[in-house]
């Protein structure tokens, strides 16, 4: 990466905070209200979503051109610009059609990175780091999130040990911020970095499920023999209808206990460091 690239990718960076700024700047005058500050949480809670479908994205481009394929790079989509990985119909279009409608299930992603299997240096190997590259990024984002939160968590409890804060998993109920110095950048950044744990543990199991498009039917094709993988490639036009419809009927509810086992620990973890 040259040095001009370096400072685009920098301002592009800088783009992620603005969302985060225009928070601190209305909490003050929403804090008052329990439902306009649910609904700033909830806008949070979007942000975040956003920010981590799209490392997600960036690590499976960074994965192909670390194995020799170099088509995300080549397209310009291994980049921080959020606008760029806006996809019309997954980011804005899904989500919302499904939202109107009450579906049970919202599902939305940004637009995927291309790539090019038959540039790979090694298969299966690449193959599997590729696919398995944007679920580990998931992890390691709750992981730092967590890690974050708990630092957060200590120097504001220390400022306000009235009423100490610990993790939250409801969207719908906002962190409760006294009357400490900075209190708008307190709730914006223990939301972001509360729902950033939640949300990327969530991304990283539902991305490994073995259903197209999702990651992990990826990985299970690579793994495959080729007539397995054949088969599979015949029928995953259909996975996107098959996934919705299983996640309607809670047919997928066990694969999610991993998820509900790590987030248990994190919450036992933080009642130990924050008690």
Request: with cysteine; charged share 10%.
């Amino acid at each position: 990466m040259t040095a001009g690239t370096a400072r685009q990718q920098a301002g592009y960076l800088l783009l992620w905070f603005i969302v985060p700024g225009i928070a601190v700047l209305l909490y003050p005058y929403l804090k008052g209200n329990p439902q306009h500050l649910e609904w700033l949480a909830i806008a949070i809670t979007i942000y975040v979503l956003f920010f981590s479908v799209v490392i997600h994205e960036l690590s499976h481009g960074l994965a192909g051109a670390f194995c020799g394929d170099t088509t995300a790079l080549d397209a310009g989509r291994i980049t921080l610009h959020p606008v760029r990985h806006v996809s019309p119909v997954g980011s804005i279009l899904v989500p919302l059609g499904l939202y109107l409608m009450g579906a049970s299930v919202v599902l939305g992603w940004a637009k995927p990175v291309p790539f090019n299997p038959i540039r790979l240096r090694k298969h299966p190997r690449d193959q599997v780091f590729l696919a398995f590259a944007g679920p580990l990024s998931n992890f390691c984002l709750a992981y730092i999130s967590f890690t974050l939160f708990l630092v957060a968590a200590l120097i504001y409890n220390g400022l306000s040990p009235e009423a100490p804060i610990g993790l939250n998993w409801d969207i719908f109920s906002p962190i409760p911020i006294g009357d400490v110095p900075f209190a708008p950048f307190w709730f914006v950044l223990l939301e972001i970095l509360n729902f950033g744990i939640f949300i990327n543990a969530i991304l990283g199991v539902f991305n490994l499920i073995p259903f197209p498009p999702l990651d992990g039917f990826w990985l299970l094709k690579a793994l495959l023999p080729k007539k397995a993988a054949a088969f599979a490639g015949k029928i995953q036009i259909l996975g996107f209808i098959l996934l919705i419809l299983a996640l309607h009927f809670n047919l997928l509810t066990f694969l999610f206990y991993p998820m509900l086992v790590v987030l248990g620990i994190f919450q036992g973890i933080a009642m130990i460091c924050l008690r």
